[in-house]
């Protein structure tokens, strides 16, 4: 009866670590994920220099099909959808824009900000020496179901994730559209050299 005892003890002991080591699985979760095309992947990233007066905002939310959303202005809507001071004088300078881009292109995008770190908690809070006094760059994110929302200051935080963050909001913030180049002076062509 002992021996039965003393067996199942044994095997309750050699089982415990085991079961502690699989229900920490998690705490080992890869921050460093390859990145799908899919439309429930997203980004939002808002921006602005305090050092100008009135304070330029701008938000940039992107989403995994290609649909880009940009706002700009001095009106704390830029940054807050619920911002309740409608009395403020800069209250109603506030654009919006809305296009599309092509989502292998998003897809990319939203790796980059993965390979430099984005999910990697190690990685973060990690404050710089030198802060970039007076700029702010904050960042919600949802990549293949992790997700990182922190109100914290990039610029503070993570320096060379904040740079790349800046980087991606002035690559949608003004968009450079391509031309078509004019046909000017040429007439339909039917075959080689032949002309109509």
Known sequence: MKTRALLKT?????ALPLAF???????????????????????EI??????????????????????????????RLVSDS????????????ITTSRYTVDSEHMREVFQNLVNAGLFDKDKMFTS???????RF??????????????????FEEDPELAERLYNV??????????????TIGKGPVTGEGEKK
């Open 10 to 14: 044994r095997a309750l002991l050699l």
């Open 21 to 43: 080591v699989a229900g920490c699985g998690l705490l080992f979760d890869d921050p460093y994920v390859e990145v799908t095309t899919t439309p429930l992947n997203w980004c």
């Open 46 to 75: 808002h921006y602005y220099n305090a050092t100008r007066d009135p304070i330029r905002r701008t938000s940039v939310r992107l989403t995994g099909v290609g649909l880009v959303e940009v706002k700009t202005g001095t009106s």
């Open 82 to 93: 619920f911002a309740k001071n409608n009395t403020d004088a800069t209250w109603d300078d």
């Open 128 to 134: 710089t020496r030198y802060p970039s006094p007076g």
């Open 137 to 154: 760059v904050a960042v919600r994110a949802a990549f293949d179901n992790k997700t990182f929302s922190e109100p914290y200051n990039m």
């Open 169 to 182: 909001v002035l690559e949608f913030s003004s968009p450079v559209y391509r031309r078509k180049k004019p």
